[in-house]
């Protein structure tokens, strides 16, 4: 499995803001990715976090709404910029892994974020 | 485009009996990743278990099971022997096992599962 730590695990955040969050992988990994999960809903790809070059953005999301950082293997960072109420969710950092069972994605604990 | 159904927004067992949940999928591709996530109130997503689609057997994970059918399209988990601990919401997920995609896991709308004691 993976060792994947998100800071904040929680924080209200005042509308017009930015926030960003902080996820750290205890060992060296190709692929991370960034999640979202709005209030009661499944969780939609926000961007792959790619080392050394920009984010891959998913439809729907810019990076200048969502800029992302990745300087290294084990790092990378999701800002929430310029926040409403709809920015309200679960912001939940994860990655890829081959183990023994082959590829699998594992996320850390999330970023419970509300928007007032 | 891929799209994952779970057609059972709520279940509910009692302690040690089993129970199934469902999850069906669309693809044209061959070769791709089933999962079930587990996300107790805690909201951490947790691993259940995990296929490969171009293997045969089910997957297994103690008291976990999978019933796979890939004709049908089909991805359902068995838990047996349900304790309280296994109340929580239950996601179904694929992922392509190649190219650009990998990494971009598709989810259903999750099963909300309380197990009663």
């Known amino acids: 499995s993976a060792v994947i730590s998100q800071k904040p695990s929680r924080d209200i955040c005042q509308r017009g803001t930015s926030l960003t969050i902080q996820c750290q992988v205890d060992s060296q990994v190709t692929m991370m990715f960034w999640y979202r999960q709005q209030p009661g809903q499944s969780l939609t790809l926000i961007a792959t976090?790619?080392?050394?070059?920009?984010?891959?953005?998913e439809s729907g999301f810019v990076i200048d709404k969502f800029p992302i950082s990745r300087p290294n293997l084990t790092f990378s960072t999701l800002t929430v910029s310029n926040m409403s109420p709809e920015d309200s969710s679960i912001y939940l950092c994860s990655v890829g892994r081959d183990g023994k069972l082959g590829n699998t994605i594992y996320f850390g604990e999330g970023s419970w974020l509300t928007v007032v | 485009a891929q799209t994952v159904t779970q057609s059972q927004p709520e279940m509910s067992v009692q302690e040690a009996e089993t129970v199934t949940l469902s999850c069906t999928y669309d693809?044209?591709?061959?070769?791709?990743?089933l999962f079930w996530y587990k996300q107790p109130p805690s909201r951490q997503m947790i691993l259940v278990i995990r296929q490969e689609a171009y293997k045969q057997q089910n997957a297994t994970e103690n008291r976990f099971s999978v019933n796979f059918q890939k004709a049908a399209k089909s991805f359902s988990l068995k838990i047996s022997d349900s304790q309280l601990g296994d109340t929580a919401m239950y996601f179904c997920a694929f992922m392509t096992r190649y190219g650009g995609s990998q990494g971009n896991l598709i989810f259903g709308k999750g099963t909300k599962l309380s197990v009663k004691p």
């Open positions: 976090a790619n080392q050394g070059s920009e984010a891959t953005y």
């Open positions: 693809t044209s591709e061959n070769n791709y990743y």
